[in-house]
């Protein structure tokens, strides 16, 4: 099965699936590893791996370039975060071509205004006209090749405190434009606005969510009111931001690496996540 029909599946299939956000290739590994179902390329994860704020700076060939190299690392399927579609619905065409040609499962595009910025900075979120937004989600749908590429809908009406009439207003038109499923954010603490947005929509096409602000919204209980797809986007970064700031502390103050050497991954453990014997083998 392809990976584009893979990703298909985990969006229309009865159980909950569980992606994780990657923002390159050794954390795929490590996300299939752990046995979850798919992988989503964070555009907060990938340019904060660059020391860049997530304020679509990153340009399409660069959001690419680091998606397949996660794509390449793993079986799983991955969904890209495409953020607004780099442009007008030219860009988003290109980008359709592009992505489906690395073989990445399908794209998530967000109803912003380019330049976007991150879902959970405060100040303003501009949103893009519905129209205008449908238009570009229409055009996606149309560029793919494959009728399993996947088109994401992302509606960020709850995030820019449109309102929950808004937010479902603009995912039946994003819907009615093709796409294949919808993503709805909140930046809420609990998940009553996503419940109430799960009621209103119906099932009418698969949802996705990202329960960063709301993590203790019960899995079973996400399955129960309507949930496809939930996205851990950016925990496997914020781990390993912590565990390397907790050892380089440690290294400075012992003044050596003793001390840690037992709490690290050891380096044998390294060569077999990069598979040192398999390409030796393969050019023996
Ligand atoms: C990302 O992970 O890049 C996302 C999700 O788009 S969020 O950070 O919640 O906006
Ligand atoms: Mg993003």
């Not at 929509?201 to 209980?221: F, I, M, N, S």
């Not at 781990?239 to 690496?257: P, Q």
Request: one cysteine or more.
């Amino acid at each position: 099965m392809s990976k584009a029909a893979q990703l298909r599946e985990l969006l229309e299939r009865k159980e909950i699936a569980r992606i994780v956000g990657a923002r390159d290739a050794l954390t795929a590994l490590l996300v299939e590893e752990a046995g979850f179902d798919g992988v989503w390329a964070s555009s907060f994860e990938i340019s904060a791996s660059r020391a860049l704020p997530d304020l679509g700076l990153l340009t399409m060939s660069e959001l690419l370039e680091a998606s397949s190299h996660v794509n390449r690392a793993t079986s799983l399927p991955l969904l890209a975060d495409c953020d607004t579609g780099f442009g007008g619905n030219i860009n988003v065409v290109r980008t359709v071509d592009m992505f489906e040609a690395a073989g990445i499962a399908g794209i998530c595009l967000e109803d912003k205004v380019f330049p976007k910025r991150n879902s959970f900075l405060g100040g303003g979120q501009n949103l893009e006209d519905p129209a205008e937004f449908a238009g570009r989600i229409e055009a996606a749908v149309r560029a793919r090749s494959g009728s399993d590429f996947t088109v994401v809908a992302r509606v960020e009406a709850l995030i820019a405190g449109a309102g929950l009439d808004e937010a479902v207003r603009r995912a039946h038109l994003y819907a009615d434009a093709g796409a294949d499923a919808v993503l709805i954010h909140s930046k809420k603490t609990e998940p009553s606005e996503i419940r109430e947005f799960l009621r209103a929509w119906q099932g009418r096409k698969p949802v996705v969510v990202v329960p960063t602000t709301y993590p203790h919204w019960d899995l079973a209980e996400a399955e129960a009111a309507g949930v496809s797809v939930v996205i851990y986007a950016n925990h496997a970064l914020r781990a390993s931001v912590s565990a390397m700031r907790d050892v380089l502390g440690e290294i400075r103050v012992a003044g050596g690496t003793g001390g840690v050497e037992d709490t690290i991954a050891p380096m044998k453990e390294l060569f077999g996540l990069t598979q040192v014997s398999r390409w030796e083998e393969r050019s023996a």
